[in-house]
T-cell receptor, first 115, second 112 residues
Framework: AQSVAQPEDQVNVAEGNPLTVKCTYSVSGNPYLFWYVQYPNRGLQFLLKYITGDNLVKGSYGFEAEFNKSQTSFHLKKPSALVSDSALYFCAVRAYYNQGGKLIFGQGTELSVKP | EPEVTQTPSHQVTQMGQEVILRCVPISNHLYFYWYRQILGQKVEFLVSFYNNEISEKSEIFDDQFSVERPDGSNFTLKIRSTKLEDSAMYFC??????????FGQGTRLTVV
């Protein structure tokens, strides 16, 4: 069975500081991994994905994520946080073998960036 | 840029009434999904649809729910007899086989 865990309900950082939002996953076989962001009263916006290849993937708005197979993690990072990054972030996984299959989402982490 | 569109943005209905939520997926995508989110909480999978049939559904997707792709563009979710606990944001999404799913802006369903 697929599952995703985001161990932190909330992450608080000061503007200009680096940020990390944690995600660990469980899936049979190789994973497809995704990060989405949700602003208040809006839909989910795709940020980045890991399918194969380089373990460090870069996405929208300066975000990046590092795939670590041994730790089954896919943490989201940004070198310098902006106040406008404040939002709800969701990690998601799809099993490699399950083409077109459902995404399973973590419970979400609320990121708050203070000036 | 192609996007998934959903209508209506907000639907208020009385308990026991039928509602139909509508979605227009991205045109060259083959996989379609409905997800539900209750008050900013976890995004829950409801159903996936491929090749004109349901490919997977969750425990939430009981006999009160149905999906349909009536023509080449629309993808609908019907709730036959709404309950108070059906109140949530409903998101439609579409994807190709391997890539990310693109989500619509959602329909806020309020059952009173």
């Amino acid at each position: 069975a697929q599952s995703v865990a985001q161990p932190e309900d909330q992450v608080n950082v000061a503007e200009g500081n680096p940020l990390t939002v944690k995600c660990t996953y469980s899936v049979s076989g190789n994973p497809y991994l995704f990060w989405y962001v949700q602003y208040p009263n809006r839909g989910l916006q795709f940020l980045l994905k890991y399918i194969t290849g380089d373990n460090l993937v870069k996405g929208s708005y300066g975000f990046e994520a590092e795939f670590n197979k041994s730790q089954t993690s896919f943490h989201l990072k940004k070198p310098s946080a902006l106040v406008s990054d404040s939002a709800l972030y969701f990690c998601a996984v799809r099993a490699y073998y399950n083409q077109g299959g459902k995404l399973i989402f973590g419970q979400g982490t609320e990121l708050s960036v203070k000036p | 840029e192609p996007e998934v569109t959903q209508t209506p943005s907000h639907q208020v209905t009385q308990m026991g009434q039928e509602v139909i939520l509508r979605c227009v997926p991205i045109s060259n995508h083959l996989y379609f999904y409905w997800y539900r989110q209750i008050l900013g909480q976890k995004v829950e999978f409801l159903v996936s649809f491929y090749n004109n049939e349901i490919s997977e559904k969750s425990e939430i997707f009981d006999d009160q729910f149905s999906v349909e792709r009536p023509d080449g563009s629309n993808f609908t979710l019907k709730i036959r007899s709404t309950k108070l606990e059906d109140s949530a944001m409903y998101f439609c999404a579409s994807s190709d086989a391997l890539g990310e799913a693109f989500f619509g802006q959602g329909t806020r369903l309020t059952v009173v």
